[in-house]
């Protein structure tokens, strides 16, 4: 424990807090050689469709695949790039690489799926970040509606920013992007998100389906699901695990899945394999 002042506030040191900043600060250092040396790798996760169980999409997932650390997971170093800033530079970099394998895709020939990409909140601070991957998009000639923008739902309470995400909205939809919302129904009034913001698929969380054989929660994910539709929004359910969470999904008439129970997030090279059917991850 260190006084900070003889009698005001006292701030503690754990030798937790001290590996902490000490990671943190190891993790901030190797940010921008891992750029240079292409560490940070796109995974794919495919999007499963329950009437058929054809792919209909995929979700890039970012990987970092350090030579002396090893994989590092996304919970790992997200937080501390949102809080730098650096997380602006890495979904840019994670987008092109989405890019420059769907432009892949259409000069070979292959069956184009959409494939969406996280965005950080982080980026909101800058009224005009949507330019910036609308260019990549130009540059690679991705057509309108291959790629889908994922934020998060927490974005959509902050009521400073209300506005200006109902406005990037508007602007991802003109740059031919669609608009995914992730981790739909952990908050409060979610439901009102779907009057105010103009997003085309859902993500129902996947804590709806921890749950799965409560009888409350399965008449809430149906009846998320049915309104969903009504509204003509897709629905992907997340975390997807378990048979019985599928057959509950599909009597609910639950349009697509994500989740291990298909296949966990994989490399470019497996992804292809499993579509092709190859490779069987499950
Ligand atoms: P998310 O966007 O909600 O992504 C889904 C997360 O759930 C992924 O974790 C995925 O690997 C995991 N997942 C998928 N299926 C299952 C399952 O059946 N069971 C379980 N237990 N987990 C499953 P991941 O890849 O560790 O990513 C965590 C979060 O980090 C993402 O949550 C997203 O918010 C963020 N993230 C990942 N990549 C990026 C990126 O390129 N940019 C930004 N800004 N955020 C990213
Ligand atoms: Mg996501
Ligand atoms: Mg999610
Ligand atoms: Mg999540």
């Known amino acids: 424990c260190r006084q900070q002042n003889s009698d005001t506030s006292c701030v503690f040191y754990s030798s937790e807090m001290t590996l902490k900043m000490k990671t943190e600060y190891e993790l901030n250092s190797l940010f921008e050689a891992s750029l240079e040396n292409q560490d940070f790798q796109v995974y ?4 499963v469709r329950l ?5 209909a999409g995929a979700e890039a997932l970012v990987r970092w695949m350090h030579p002396q650390r090893g994989l590092i997971f996304p919970s790992d170093f997200i937080p501390l790039f949102e809080q730098n800033g650096k997380i602006c530079s890495l979904d ?7 890019c420059i394998y769907l432009n892949r895709c259409i000069q070979e020939k292959k069956d184009l ?3 969406s990409v996280n965005l950080s909140r982080v980026h909101f601070r800058n009224p005009n970040f949507l330019e910036a991957f609308w260019k990549l998009k130009k540059k690679y000639k991705i057509p309108d509606g291959l790629i889908e923008i994922e934020l998060t739902e927490s974005i959509f309470f902050d009521t400073f920013q209300r506005r200006l995400v109902r406005d990037s909205i508007t602007e991802m939809h003109r740059y031919g992007f669609g608009c995914s919302l ?3 129904g952990v908050g409060y009034s979610a439901l009102a998100l779907l009057k105010d913001f103009d997003v085309d698929t859902i993500k129902l969380d996947r804590q ?5 054989t409560n009888t409350k929660a399965q008449k809430i994910i149906s009846g998320f699901i049915r309104l969903a539709k009504d509204l003509g929004i897709h629905v992907v359910a997340e975390g997807i695990e378990t048979q019985e969470q599928i057959d509950i999904l599909r009597k609910a008439n639950c349009e697509m899945v994500q989740g291990y129970y298909f296949s966990k997030p994989l490399t470019i090279c497996d ?3 499993w579509r092709r059917g190859s490779c069987k991850s499950r």
């Open 44 to 47: 794919l996760q495919p999007k």
């Open 51 to 55: 009437s058929d169980e054809k792919t």
């Open 92 to 98: 840019l970099y994670i987008f092109e690489k989405v």
């Open 113 to 115: 799926i959409p494939v």
């Open 182 to 184: 992730d981790d739909f």
């Open 208 to 212: 709806f389906f921890s749950d799965i």
């Open 271 to 273: 992804f292809e394999k």
